[in-house]
């Protein structure tokens, strides 16, 4: 049990969870937890750096129900809300007194994202926020952080830093290691198959909220991006029907061939109906137990509290002997 690597991975309540959270992340997070020590994290203090926060409870047990419903097992994995553990805020702090500010002037996602606002405007909580989330790592001694390519360099950052302090204060973090995409799948905004789906970005059309209703979801897919073309192999295909046919691939398993065998010639109005139907069916599951969940927060609740009390043994020990290497005075 001891001796499996640590995994840590989490997910902002700031918006609604879309397919590509779920084939990207979730569902592998899934199919792998059994070989890992896991920490499921919804990381609500990140969720404050978009300044106003909107129904961030509700948010917040949405992410956990959804991450439950998809089939993370409680007993199995660590699942906790970011701040129930208050040593994610206390070590960040630690770490940012030894985070030079010219790494975090480097992070691409700061400037894209600090670009639009002022100065006068931004909270630098969105400045260090790559030093919250090396904390919500490196306190737990997480082996492996399973996160798409947009988060490569924050855990570059983190590595360095987790290096740094161990050269000041001894050997204390675990040098934590990316595990990027090995088995979901990328999936691009469908109105726009350019860009990653997004929690975020304004336009509704481009991504499947994992609670959308079917005849939205069937309603999204039939406007989807595609071509004038009749492609439908992942080589030649157009970006917007490769999306689609990815999409396909990973919810069904089915491979190049197969592909071929069930799309040549039959049009790619026929390919986004077969495809949101493969959607629907696997969706509807998983809104079921999500719909089971939120109907009695006060036993999700119970478990988060379950899940942060099991995660605070962990961050508690490393705190202490961060405390402790640090020098600080310890409180009687
Ligand atoms: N920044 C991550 C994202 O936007 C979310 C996150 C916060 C995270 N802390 C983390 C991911 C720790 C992995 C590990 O996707």
Same mark, same amino acid.
């Given at each position: 049990m001891a001796d499996r690597p640590v995994v840590f991975s989490g997910m902002q309540p700031d918006g609604v969870l879309h397919l590509g959270n779920l084939l990207g992340a979730l569902r592998p997070w899934v199919q792998e937890q059994s070989l890992y020590r896991n920490y499921f994290c919804v990381v609500d203090l990140h969720a404050l750096t978009r300044q106003e926060p909107r129904d961030l409870a509700q948010k917040t047990r949405e992410v956990a129900a959804l991450y439950l419903a998809a089939g993370i097992d409680p007993e199995q994995s660590t699942l906790l809300v970011q701040s129930h553990v208050p040593e994610h805020a206390e070590l960040a702090w630690i770490l940012g007194c030894f985070t030079p500010m010219g790494w975090l002037e480097r992070m691409t996602q700061f400037k894209d994202r600090s670009r639009k606002l002022s100065s006068e405007r931004i909270g630098s909580g969105l400045f260090s926020y790559p030093v919250l989330m090396a904390a919500d790592i490196l306190l737990y001694k997480t082996d492996l952080v399973p996160v798409g390519e947009d988060q490569r360099q924050h855990l570059e950052l983190t590595r360095n830093l987790a290096l740094r302090v161990n050269r000041i204060l001894g050997d204390t973090f675990v040098i934590p290691r990316a595990k990027i995409g090995s088995i979901g799948a990328r999936v691009m905004a469908l109105d726009d198959p350019s860009s990653k789906m997004s929690k975020s970005a304004d336009s509704e059309a481009g991504r499947i909220g994992l609670l959308d209703p079917p005849d939205r979801v069937r309603a999204k897919f039939r406007r989807a991006t595609t071509d004038s073309g009749t492609a439908v192999d992942l080589e030649t295909a157009s970006p917007g029907v490769q999306n689609l046919l990815e999409i396909y691939r990973s919810l069904t398993g089915a491979g190049e061939r197969e592909l071929a065998e069930v799309?040549? #010639?039959? #049009?790619y109005g026929r390919l986004k109906e077969v495809v949101a139907d493969v959607v629907i069916q696997e969706l509807e599951p998983i809104q079921r137990r999500c719909h089971d969940l939120l109907q009695d927060p006060v036993a999700l609740d119970r478990l988060l509290a379950d899940g942060a009390a099991r995660a605070r043994g962990s961050a508690g020990a490393t705190m202490a002997q961060v405390r402790q290497r640090l020098g600080m005075l310890p409180a009687r």
């Open positions: 799309f040549q #010639g039959k #049009g």
